[in-house]
């Protein structure tokens, strides 16, 4: 009888808005020999990936963990932790993801004041505050880098605010871990989650999530158990309790907690502040080349995020079939446009071990292929020149 | 400066409840290129696996996907879409995992009715049937391979009843999945869920999942949205939906759905009746073992389930310190006992790849050694001939 043939998957650099290139080291890492979720090693294990966390959230939360789902399930822990039923929730909606928060507080029985900016802009820090300031505000959330759009949030006034009336404040980092600077404690977010398959260069699969003590006090204070049951926060401390008595609550992803781990130990390696920089100089050398092959990105500099940037495409290409020709000639994948940009933009991410001057040469000159293909020609030598 | 060394785990014999050993075909399929998680190499992928879960579970469902979570969140996704406020469900607690079942009801405003059954025993049908009988019940759920005790659960009497009053039937099936039969259509499971990291050999972080067309029906006529965002089935129906345009919902975790296709294969070649086979023989190998070496399985022959056996420890051996022994001179995992069972027992999982006459042999060897060094001697050559 013939045997199955295993699936072979093509190689293909990973452009779009996430997943980003799975850094060699961490499918090394991938591959070591699967241990018990309660092994002595393993927990070893865990409790280096909470400190790491910490380092790279700039945070000293004791709750420090992944979630083990993919970044909605990191969304999902905060939500149905620290939201109970009657809770006046501010949520910042700027993009696809805020939208999904707000969907996530209503099903918890919260009350959600929505604020919302247009598509491809960032939220309206006194708007915010206003909303925030006008009720009993419990939570405050928003979106750090819209995946959505390519914005990155001020948040300092969000945060002000916030203290003011004594609401915690939830960010999601999920593109801008490890890429733009968290900051949790210094920044003054109370609340976090992010993804691995962004900036951190790990297959999908686990959600970096930290709550402040203050988080964990109002989660401590409920009236009710949290919905959830896989995510209380409650039971999973029990778990993640580093240098005491572990309780087993659920079998954790053993593979992918060793991918985390090497993903934390290269960023580590590399140092956050080179690790920005070198997102930033990435991203200005993509701007550089898009110029000179006059594709405009849509969002104002001044509010871009350096690990993903959303560029229009020029009027009379199809932009589907762009990301298409792309995918099948030169093997690389972008993302399409989301919401108001949907079929007249794409969606280019440049995350973690994709940040690099090769694959920028490598995408502008399969961008500047694509274009000259459709009647739109373009100099690729120039552009490639600009990248530098 | 120096560079972190990456964690390198030893290799351990995984013979306790679970995770399982991996099969090395599992690990190397997970080791492929990641791709995007709306490639089309990827959605092809989604649409075998798919098929092949419907094949394992024994199902034509149009609602088969693998949720991405583990064991655990399968349990999460069938009570939080299935179970309203004030629903009466009936929950056979014959084990820990039965009580997780009652917990995550609750939290969703369910009113339980539990019906019990001492550790180690399976459930009174006759005794499940009166609880459904005794009231409107909506669900009935109950655990096919109670992973704390080894015991295999007999449901043809729960199901009949259930169908009477039009209950739906619930059965975690998160150890017995390709060990032992399953046949959800033909037995009458309205909702299973399973974990990759027992009887299919793949690493934990998935949750095989299916729900029948009235399973379905009833989630549509819900009168309100589920408590999860993540676990909605509504959401989840239009990303995991075959042959058609799929919508973007959670970024799926590729590594561990590419492990999952592969572990489907070696099922689907090695065909379920054999596995089946393969994992009794060996059982029965392992008992075989145990008698020679004075050690009782706790769990009557007529209830075992082959894949997972709770053991007695004898009067004055210490069950942890025979454990550790077991994994720091034998590189053997086994489990505790729980609940009933704690400190008096341990569990040998004998699951997928783990489940091979070999791995008997060793572990039988492995317990006449930690035996013998605690004043118990017994004969270790007379026991591998007993193993055969």
Redesign the interface.
């Known amino acids: 009888?013939a045997?199955?043939d295993?699936?072979?998957?093509?190689?293909?650099l990973?452009l779009?808005p996430?997943?980003s290139?799975?850094d060699p080291?961490v499918?090394?890492?991938?591959?070591?020999?699967?241990?018990?979720?309660l092994?002595?090693?393993?927990i070893a294990?865990m409790d280096?990936v909470q400190q790491d966390l910490r380092v790279v959230l700039g945070t000293a939360n004791r709750f420090t963990i992944p979630i083990?789902?993919?970044?909605?399930?990191g969304?999902?822990a905060a939500i149905?932790n620290l939201v109970e039923p009657g809770d006046r929730v501010v949520v910042g909606v700027h993009g696809v993801f805020g939208g999904?928060m707000v969907?996530?507080v209503?099903?918890?029985g919260g009350e959600v004041v929505v604020v919302e900016a247009p598509f491809g802009q960032p939220l309206d820090q006194e708007g915010m505050a206003r909303a925030i300031l006008g009720g009993a505000t419990r939570l405050v959330g928003f979106v750090h880098a819209e995946t959505s759009t390519g914005v990155l949030q001020p948040f300092d006034g969000i945060v002000s605010a916030a203290r003011e009336v004594g609401a915690l404040v939830l960010g999601d980092c999920v593109t801008s871990l490890a890429g733009a600077p968290v900051e949790a404690d210094a920044r003054g977010l109370d609340a976090v989650y992010s993804?691995t398959?962004k900036c951190l260069s790990v297959?999908?699969?686990l959600a970096p999530f930290t709550l402040s003590d203050a988080a964990i006090d109002r989660i401590r204070g409920r009236s009710g158990?949290?919905?959830?049951?896989?995510l209380d926060v409650g039971l999973l401390s029990a778990y993640w309790k580093e240098g005491g008595d572990r309780v087993y609550?659920?079998?954790?992803?053993?593979?992918?907690v060793?991918?985390l781990?090497?993903g934390l130990?290269l960023v580590?390696?590399e140092g956050l502040e080179a690790r920005f920089e070198r997102h930033r100089a990435v991203a200005a050398a993509l701007y550089r080349g898009l110029d000179v092959l006059g594709l405009r990105c849509l969002v104002d500099p001044a509010f871009r995020t350096p690990m993903l940037t959303s560029v229009g495409v020029p009027e009379g290409v199809d932009e589907a079939g762009l990301r298409r020709f792309l995918?099948a000639e030169h093997h690389i994948?972008i993302g399409a446009g989301l919401g108001a940009f949907r079929g007249r933009a794409v969606r280019i991410g440049l995350m973690g071990h994709g940040a690099r001057l090769t694959n920028v040469r490598r995408l502008v000159a399969a961008l500047g292929d694509g274009l000259s293909r459709v009647g739109h020609p373009v100099d690729v030598g120039a552009a490639l020149r600009a990248v530098g």
Not at 39 to 42: G, K
């Open positions: 009888m045997l199955r295993p699936f072979r998957p093509s190689e293909i990973l779009g996430g997943p290139p799975v080291a499918a090394a890492a991938m591959a070591a020999p699967t241990l018990g979720h092994d002595p090693e393993f294990l280096r083990s789902g993919t970044g909605s399930a969304m999902e149905v999904r969907d996530l209503r099903r918890q993804g398959q297959p999908p699969g158990p949290s919905t959830s049951w896989y609550h659920h079998t954790a992803p053993v593979q992918m060793y991918g781990a090497r130990d580590i390696d995918r994948e």
